[in-house]
């Protein structure tokens, strides 16, 4: 989807100067974008940044639209864009690649396949890590020369030193206070320009709608813009988890009351999700007194 951002010329000017123009390689990887930010000044400070090649940490609510905006990224800068997804099981294989046994000229050699690190920092690519705050703690720190001026790191299971190609940058994303997550070291914090992404709200949502959904109904489309609304106030509040006010979620649910009554969409979009019988049953008040 192509979204006219009107942004200021000399960011224009960047974008067009950043731009990857050399060859055809991972073209599969580059993303197609549609991210519609709640204020055009965090895309602006995110190419800001990464024209400068520093590292920027998209931090936020769930289904805030993080991973959709470092697609746009993608996109913008005609960057391909490899992924990590950050677990508890994340190792170095994970992010660096593995050896196997391969047969070369009938014979049998060990062959190393790349990861997403080696191969974003060989191609001049962006590497996307999400939710980084789930890996453990002991992981990342073996990237920590990439994210700095260094800009290189030793792959362990080949003994080679790595520096990567121009035009490579990495885009991390966070998701605090979750089960399962641990607070960023400083060291690793330090390494990246801190972006906040919000939820959207108001026109701009009523637009995102609009433009990425089967939801034709305009007093519908108002009713979820309103819900919404509802919900992430009181997410502010205390009174629901992130969860329940998931634009992803809001989407779905969009999507489903094109052909299912709204309320049942919104059930089984977003308060089946929800693990508190408490919150389910708020959520479910909230839908009745709009649908």
Same mark, same amino acid.
């Given at each position: ?30 993303? *197609? ?20 090649? #520093?590292?920027?940490?998209?931090? %936020?609510?769930?289904?805030?639209? #993080? ?31 593995? $050896? ?23 191609? %001049? ?84 709608? *609009? ?25 502010? *509040?205390? #009174? ?43 959520? $479910? ?7």
């Amino acid at each position: 989807m192509h979204i006219n951002y009107n942004l200021p010329e000399n960011i224009t000017t960047i974008l067009n100067t950043n731009q990857r123009t050399d060859d055809n390689t991972f073209q599969e990887l580059i993303r *197609q974008g549609g991210y519609v930010p709640p204020h055009t000044d965090l895309l602006i400070d995110a190419i800001s940044a990464l024209s400068m090649g #520093k590292n920027i940490l998209l931090k %936020g609510p769930t289904g805030a639209g #993080k991973t959709k905006f470092a697609e746009t990224l993608s996109s913008l800068f005609h960057q391909p864009m490899f992924n990590v997804n950050c677990s508890v099981d994340l190792d170095a294989e994970s992010l660096m690649g593995f $050896k196997t046994l391969a047969y070369e000229d009938g014979k049998q050699v060990i062959d190393f396949v790349p990861g997403p690190v080696t191969s974003a920092m060989n191609s %001049g690519a962006f590497l996307y890590i999400d939710e980084v705050n789930m890996a453990k703690p002991e992981t990342l720190p073996l990237i920590n020369g990439v994210l700095d001026y260094r800009r290189t790191v030793t792959n362990p299971f080949t003994n080679e030193i790595i520096t990567a190609e121009e035009g490579f940058n990495v885009i991390a994303a966070i998701n605090e206070g979750y089960v399962g997550t641990v607070p960023l070291n400083e060291a690793l914090k330090n390494r990246f320009i801190v972006i906040d992404v919000p939820y959207l709200e108001g026109e701009q949502l009523r637009e995102l709608i *609009q433009s990425n959904t089967r939801l034709t109904n305009n007093t519908t489309i108002d009713l979820f813009v309103t819900l919404s609304s509802d919900l992430i106030r009181s997410v502010a *509040q205390g #009174k629901l988890s992130e969860e329940a006010a998931s634009i992803r979620a809001l989407l779905d649910a969009c999507d489903l009351s094109s052909i299912i009554p709204p309320k049942r969409a919104i059930l089984r979009s977003i308060v089946d999700k929800l693990e508190e019988e408490r919150e389910r049953e708020f959520v $479910k008040n909230l839908a009745d007194t709009l649908f």
